[in-house]
């Protein structure tokens, strides 16, 4: 059953509400180049993709919030008039909590709301499943209680909630282009500024994830690793972030680093550049330079960031050497889930078998999802036509 219709029979179902439903949305996201630049105040590429969390919501006569999570078969209460703390069973009921701590912590007036919340994100695989909750519920709670809705101070609350609710040290791109994503376009942001703009991606061009199957493991500590030694390298240059430092820079005093913090701030340096350069190629239609400064990025995270794994390499290269591909890479946070390939739409049947015959054999045994996916528009409210009343 379609997504919106299924979430909305839950709502129904669990808590026969008495007030009519509303449905938001907010999309999952693909970065197209630009990792682990997001907190070292620099640029990313990402574009909010067709797979989404829908929350279907009714308005309650108390200060209550009542959840149920169809996809966990799981419920949540708790009260917005009393302190909200962390659930201690329930994981993705903290991003449920920490949202609405950090919205009326940011002194918005939240009406009690029965919420169901489902989704077509696949969980797990670094599709931003979590920032979409985020973003879908900040409309959900904002809109429900009459408040306007700001996407940057929106994504900024999502990543207050999981940097100090639940305990995630993300950056802000995930949560922003969730919020602000454009349909067919790519978000070229500012992560210092918050300044953006969208790059159209031609019409013919497809954006292909594919799920490496390989389940993203050491992330947290992998992820807090690379940001303490990120931080190191922009002290050593003096800077508040490496966001601050360019290539000549880094070449003029490259040697006096240690290896690991000289080959993290190659990375980021280098990826700020490429990130550039890959908005203007967008821009100018030139996909094959910007497949190229895909793989490059690739190379960039295997070789000096070190966050993919082998399979991830091997799935990398099975794709890049697809006919007429123009780039792939890993996308996301690292040590696993997705790789993400720009191709015309004619090469995606090619690059799918290549994909489903290759890599099962070179990975030892690890099976591939494909993805053709297209860029879409951020977080709001769905108009909905078959209300179950
Ligand atoms: C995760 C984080 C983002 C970003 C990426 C790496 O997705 O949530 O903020 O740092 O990793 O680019």
Redesign the pocket.
């Known amino acids: 059953m379609d997504l919106v219709q299924n979430t909305l029979n839950a709502l129904q179902e669990t808590f026969h509400p008495a007030a009519p439903p509303r449905v938001f949305s907010a999309p999952g996201r693909v970065?197209l180049i630009?990792?682990?630049?997001?907190?070292n105040d620099g640029f990313?590429l990402p574009a909010a993709i067709n797979f989404r969390t829908v929350v279907a919501a009714a308005l309650r006569p108390d200060t209550l919030v009542e959840v149920f999570a169809v996809d966990m078969d799981d419920t949540d209460t708790f009260d917005l008039a009393k302190p909200i703390t962390p659930s201690s069973g329930h994981q993705w009921a903290n991003y449920v909590r920490g949202m609405i701590k950090v919205l009326l912590a940011e002194g918005h007036n939240l009406r009690g709301l029965s919420l169901a919340i489902s989704g077509d994100i696949p969980t797990g695989t670094?599709l931003?499943s979590s920032a979409s909750l985020e973003m879908a519920l900040g409309h959900t709670f904002l809109q429900m209680s009459g408040l306007p809705v700001d996407g940057v101070s929106l994504a900024l609350a999502g990543q207050n909630a999981e940097n100090n609710f639940v305990g995630v040290q993300?950056?802000?791109?995930?949560q922003f282009v969730s919020a602000l994503g454009q349909k067919d376009h790519a978000l070229l942001i500012d992560c210092r500024t918050l300044d953006y703009s969208a790059v159209p991606i031609p019409a013919d061009t497809a954006i292909v994830i594919v799920d490496s199957g390989v389940k993203r493991g050491l992330v947290d500590s992998e992820?807090n690793a690379r940001r303490q030694q990120c931080q190191s390298a922009a002290a050593f240059f003096g800077v508040p972030a490496l966001r601050d430092v360019d290539m000549a820079t880094f070449a003029a005093r490259e040697h006096e680093l240690p290896p690991v913090l000289r080959q993290r701030a190659r990375h980021v340096i280098s990826e700020n550049e490429r990130t550039l350069a890959a908005a203007d190629a967008l821009k100018a239609n030139d996909l094959i330079a910007f497949g190229q400064l895909m793989n490059e990025s690739h190379r960039s995270m295997r070789d000096d960031f070190e966050i993919t794994t082998p399979e991830i390499d091997t799935l990398t290269s099975i794709m890049q050497s697809v006919p007429n591909v123009y780039g792939a890479r890993m996308t996301?946070?690292g040590f696993g889930g997705c790789c993400v390939a720009l191709a015309p739409n004619s090469a995606v049947p090619e690059l799918t078998a290549a994909v489903d015959n290759l890599y099962p054999q070179k990975s030892c045994c690890y099976h591939a999802t494909v993805y053709q996916c297209h860029a879409s528009a951020g977080a709001g409210e769905l108009i909905i036509e078959n209300v179950v009343s």
Do not use: L, P
């Open positions: 970065n630009g990792e682990h630049t997001d907190y990313v670094g931003s993300c950056g802000i791109m995930d992820y996301g946070g």
